[in-house]
């Protein structure tokens, strides 16, 4: 079994910054890239950030572009969320993913159980 643990999240004055981390455990599996994801409050689950498990090619949705940067450790299974100038919109349950393949890099096998991030006006 695969399990994704995310940690790093918290409540933050907007203008603030975060980190999230999310480190892979269990069985050996193969991932075309990580994915981070996030889901506010009466809102759908939206996607945020992914980037290649081999090259590191990253993308960002729009509202995240220029404020967060998504890296990944290949050798610790973990992938990271650097969040600045984090608004209050920024304000959900954020989660990572991994297990995906080349067909899409919004959707995966695994996913964590998610950390909250609150942003303060």
């Known amino acids: 079994q695969v399990q994704l643990v995310e940690s790093g999240g918290g409540l933050v004055q907007a203008g603030g910054s975060l980190r999230l981390s999310c480190a892979a455990s269990?069985?050996?599996?193969?991932?075309?890239?990580w994915g981070w994801f996030r889901q506010a409050p009466g809102k759908e689950r939206e996607f945020v950030a992914a980037?290649?498990?081999?090259?590191?090619?990253?993308y960002y949705a729009d509202s995240v572009k220029g404020r967060f940067t998504i890296s990944r450790d290949n050798a610790k299974n973990t992938v990271y969320l650097q969040m600045n100038i984090l608004e209050p919109e920024d304000t959900a349950v954020y989660y990572c993913?991994?297990?995906?393949?080349?067909?899409?890099?919004?959707?995966?096998?695994?996913w964590g159980q998610g950390t909250q991030v609150t942003v303060s006006s």
């Open positions: 993913a991994a297990g995906g393949t080349s067909s899409s890099i919004y959707e995966y096998a695994y």
């Open positions: 269990g069985r050996p599996f193969s991932t075309y890239a």
């Open positions: 980037i290649r498990w081999s090259g590191g090619i990253t």
